[in-house]
């Protein structure tokens, strides 16, 4: 079985940051893509950013050049840091990870609980 589990969330207010984290943990090989995705309340849940495992990013038009996606490959943990911050970020975020259990297995996507950010005016 494969577990994430983010951390991080919080209230802010406008034009601050949070830096949110998801750990994959259990039985896990190696880690393809990575990524975060948000869903505000009566919308649908929207890619944020992703991570290749060679490091190579893409964003949201809507959060280019305020929020920025890492990750460490030796703890299986994927990152955002999220600057300027404005209401319109206010969602739960989820963490995805593309895992492969064992080798041969084939890469399952796994899915992290959600995190709540809530950005003040």
């Known amino acids: 079985q494969v577990q994430l589990v983010e951390s991080g969330g919080g209230l802010v207010q406008a034009g601050g940051s949070l830096r949110l984290s998801c750990a994959a943990s259990?039985?896990?090989?190696?880690?393809?893509?990575m990524g975060w995705h948000r869903q505000a309340p009566g919308k649908q849940r929207e890619l944020v950013a992703a991570?290749?495992?060679?490091?190579?990013?893409n964003y949201a038009d809507s959060v280019k050049g305020r929020f920025t996606i890492s990750r460490d490959n030796a703890k299986n943990t994927v990152y955002l840091q999220m600057n300027s911050l404005k209401p319109e970020d206010t969602a739960v975020y989820y963490c995805?990870?593309?895992?492969?259990?064992?080798?041969?297995?084939?890469?399952?996507?796994?899915w992290g609980q959600g995190t709540q950010v809530t950005v003040s005016s």
């Open positions: 259990g039985s896990i090989f190696s880690i393809n893509d």
């Open positions: 991570i290749t495992s060679g490091g190579s990013t």
């Open positions: 995805n990870a593309e895992v492969l259990r064992f080798y041969g297995s084939g890469y399952v996507d796994y």
